[in-house]
């Protein structure tokens, strides 16, 4: 019976300040923290956005080949995995918050450079100085936005960085389509260079942002974390119980309540690579695997070929006139960024797993459509304008299914499953596989377009996206309504549902 009492109270979560099971009212100040850090998210969309179009009118104007173009397009995700690699361990050092400063500090020098490009390396340069600040971003909006959320939501505003990187495609495709008409040498360098204001207006408002709870525990600054979780959480009893387990997660006894306390080991990576990778516990194991897995296919399924390529895809579709090109993908950007405000409502109503279970299958069927109407019509000759509209109407479908659960969930899911004493390096990693996966699609796909069709390319994208589909399905729990330090409990068993039902089980019996 006393055993039955405290698994009962370990039990306890957050679920128990919310008997009514209905929407909670949002945590405003949560919400605007949680805007403010997801901002940095914007210098990665407006890259990828404003880059699709900038392209065009860089290779006419530095005369370069195909080639030069894959590895000016793609190169910025390799280089972004510096930045990726460092912010794990600049953020246990500086704190989340000075980490979000850096990432847009050295965006804006990227942004610069590359807006006053003379040639082909200079403009290499600039990306290389891009890529770094976007890396940093990457790694650190979400896993902040995680750490300052209540878990009620926590998936709604760790959605955010997501939100923000389609809002900051829809913006470069919007920039292309506005400095398409200016001479050709002026034209894309304005493209470019524009990306540096963002970077400003995240640089202010920063300013207004409280360091993350967690973070400042861990450096043993309990009572500067008591303010943020009291103005943070939906109630005062969430706030005490929050704060109750990031202490026992990072060793500091219930009972301590000193402003300041010396904490004996502090997150600073030490030992973390390790217990991740040489001796995980079946948790963790399935934790990496977990995070790892969904970057790979997040990336695999070819979104960035669809962004990045898309004036290139429609033009293959039978679209000729630049313009033309250019607003088709506006709709694009536009299709994405309604997507997403409508998956930011739904993940914390419908949960992680049916939304992207139902997101990869769409991304699936879309994909296979989208690739059958551009190997139709590349085989004709003459255009087919029911394959074309065809071809259109399936990549909105494929950016739209994938922006309503694929896209945000990614980010969502791998920055809350890691346990915090993991979560900076484990969020870091899938990063790096995030930006890796899409680095080789956006530098091959030409290639590979050329080598075995574009309609080829999109059915082996088609094909991958399936096996993200099986992977999803039996290695993803539901992580839904718990909080941070309760997730560890939820892996370890290679069957998402077979915990679940084992769990069920146990009950039943006591």
């Given at each position: 019976?006393?055993?039955?009492?405290?698994?009962?109270?370990?039990?306890?979560?957050?679920?128990?300040?919310?008997?009514?099971?209905?929407?909670?009212?949002?945590?405003?100040?949560?919400?605007?923290?949680?805007?403010?850090?997801?901002?940095?998210?914007?210098?990665?969309?407006?890259?990828?956005?404003?880059?699709?179009?900038?392209?065009?009118?860089?290779?006419?104007?530095?005369?370069?080949?195909?080639?030069?173009?894959?590895?000016?397009?793609?190169?910025?995700?390799?280089?972004?995995?510096?930045?990726?690699?460092?912010?794990?361990?600049?953020?246990?050092?500086?704190?989340?918050?000075?980490?979000?400063?850096?990432?847009?500090?050295?965006?804006?020098?990227?942004?610069?450079?590359?807006?006053?490009?003379?040639?082909?390396?200079?403009?290499?340069?600039?990306?290389?100085?891009?890529?770094?600040?976007?890396?940093?971003?990457?790694?650190?909006?979400?896993?902040?936005?995680?750490?300052?959320?209540?878990?009620?939501?926590?998936?709604?505003?760790?959605?955010?960085?997501?939100?923000?990187?389609?809002?900051?495609?829809?913006?470069?495709?919007?920039?292309?389509?506005?400095?398409?008409?200016?001479?050709?040498?002026?034209?894309?360098?304005?493209?470019?260079?524009?990306?540096?204001?963002?970077?400003?207006?995240?640089?202010?408002?920063?300013?207004?942002?409280?360091?993350?709870?967690?973070?400042?525990?861990?450096?043993?600054?309990?009572?500067?974390?008591?303010?943020?979780?009291?103005?943070?959480?939906?109630?005062?009893?969430?706030?005490?119980?929050?704060?109750?387990?990031?202490?026992?997660?990072?060793?500091?006894?219930?009972?301590?309540?000193?402003?300041?306390?010396?904490?004996?080991?502090?997150?600073?990576?030490?030992g973390v690579w390790k217990e991740l990778f040489v001796y995980p516990t079946p948790a963790v194991r399935h934790i990496v695997m977990a995070a790892l897995g969904i970057h790979?296919?997040?990336?695999?399924?070819?979104?960035?070929?669809?962004?990045?390529?898309?004036?290139?895809?429609?033009?293959?579709?039978?679209?000729?006139?630049?313009?033309?090109?250019?607003?088709?993908?506006?709709?694009?950007?536009?299709?994405?960024?309604?997507?997403?405000?409508?998956?930011?409502?739904?993940?914390?109503?419908?949960?992680?797993?049916?939304?992207?279970?139902?997101?990869?299958?769409?991304?699936?069927?879309?994909?296979?459509?989208?690739?059958?109407?551009?190997?139709?019509?590349?085989?004709?000759?003459?255009?087919?304008?029911?394959?074309?509209?065809?071809?259109?109407?399936?990549?909105?479908?494929?950016?739209?299914?994938?922006?309503?659960?694929?896209?945000?969930?990614?980010?969502?899911?791998s920055s809350e499953i890691f346990p915090l004493r993991l979560r900076a390096q484990g969020s870091a990693m899938g990063v790096v596989v995030n930006r890796v996966t899409s680095?080789?699609?956006?530098?091959?796909?030409?290639?590979?377009?050329?080598?075995?069709?574009?309609?080829?390319?999109?059915?082996?994208?088609?094909?991958?996206?399936?096996?993200?589909?099986?992977?999803?399905?039996?290695?993803?729990?539901?992580?839904?309504?718990?909080?941070?330090?309760?997730?560890?409990?939820?892996?370890?068993?290679?069957?998402?549902?077979?915990?679940?039902?084992?769990?069920?089980?146990?009950?039943?019996?006591?």
């Amino acid at each position: 019976m006393a055993a039955e009492g405290i698994a009962g109270t370990q039990q306890k979560s957050l679920e128990d300040f919310d008997p009514e099971k209905k929407p909670i009212k949002r945590n405003k100040y949560a919400f605007a923290c949680a805007i403010l850090a997801s901002m940095t998210s914007i210098l990665l969309g407006y890259d990828v956005g404003v880059m699709s179009g900038a392209v065009i009118y860089i290779k006419r104007d530095l005369k370069i080949s195909d080639v030069q173009i894959e590895i000016l397009m793609g190169i910025i995700n390799l280089y972004s995995l510096i930045g990726s690699c460092l912010a794990g361990r600049t953020s246990d050092w500086l704190g989340r918050r000075y980490t979000i400063v850096l990432a847009g500090a050295i965006f804006f020098t990227g942004a610069i450079l590359m807006g006053f490009s003379p040639n082909y390396p200079f403009l290499m340069f600039g990306r290389f100085v891009a890529g770094i600040g976007i890396g940093y971003a990457l790694m650190i909006a979400p896993v902040y936005a995680a750490e300052v959320a209540p878990a009620s939501s926590r998936g709604f505003l760790t959605s955010f960085p997501e939100v923000f990187i389609n809002g900051g495609i829809l913006l470069g495709y919007i920039s292309n389509y506005a400095f398409s008409k200016l001479p050709l040498h002026l034209g894309w360098r304005l493209m470019l260079g524009i990306g540096a204001v963002p970077s400003v207006i995240l640089a202010v408002g920063v300013l207004g942002m409280p360091e993350s709870p967690r973070w400042l525990i861990i450096r043993g600054r309990i009572a500067d974390a008591c303010n943020v979780l009291n103005r943070t959480s939906d109630t005062p009893q969430e706030a005490q119980l929050r704060l109750a387990e990031i202490k026992a997660a990072a060793g500091i006894p219930e009972s301590c309540n000193d402003d300041v306390v010396h904490v004996s080991k502090k997150s600073d990576g030490g030992g973390v690579w390790k217990e991740l990778f040489v001796y995980p516990t079946p948790a963790v194991r399935h934790i990496v695997m977990a995070a790892l897995g969904i970057h790979f296919f997040q990336q695999a399924s070819g979104i960035d070929a669809v962004v990045l390529y898309g004036p290139t895809i429609f033009e293959k579709a039978g679209i000729d006139s630049d313009t033309e090109k250019l607003l088709a993908t506006v709709a694009v950007g536009f299709t994405k960024t309604v997507f997403i405000l409508v998956a930011t409502f739904l993940l914390d109503r419908v949960g992680r797993r049916p939304l992207l279970l139902t997101s990869s299958g769409g991304m699936v069927i879309s994909l296979f459509t989208l690739a059958t109407s551009l190997t139709i019509d590349d085989r004709s000759n003459k255009k087919q304008m029911w394959a074309v509209g065809l071809s259109i109407a399936s990549a909105l479908s494929y950016v739209a299914v994938f922006s309503i659960g694929a896209g945000p969930i990614a980010w969502v899911y791998s920055s809350e499953i890691f346990p915090l004493r993991l979560r900076a390096q484990g969020s870091a990693m899938g990063v790096v596989v995030n930006r890796v996966t899409s680095g080789v699609i956006s530098m091959t796909f030409l290639s590979l377009s050329k080598g075995i069709t574009i309609g080829g390319a999109f059915f082996l994208f088609a094909a991958l996206a399936t096996l993200g589909w099986i992977f999803f399905y039996t290695m993803l729990p539901e992580t839904q309504g718990k909080t941070l330090e309760e997730m560890e409990g939820s892996f370890g068993q290679f069957c998402s549902k077979s915990k679940h039902n084992h769990s069920a089980q146990i009950q039943l019996a006591d």
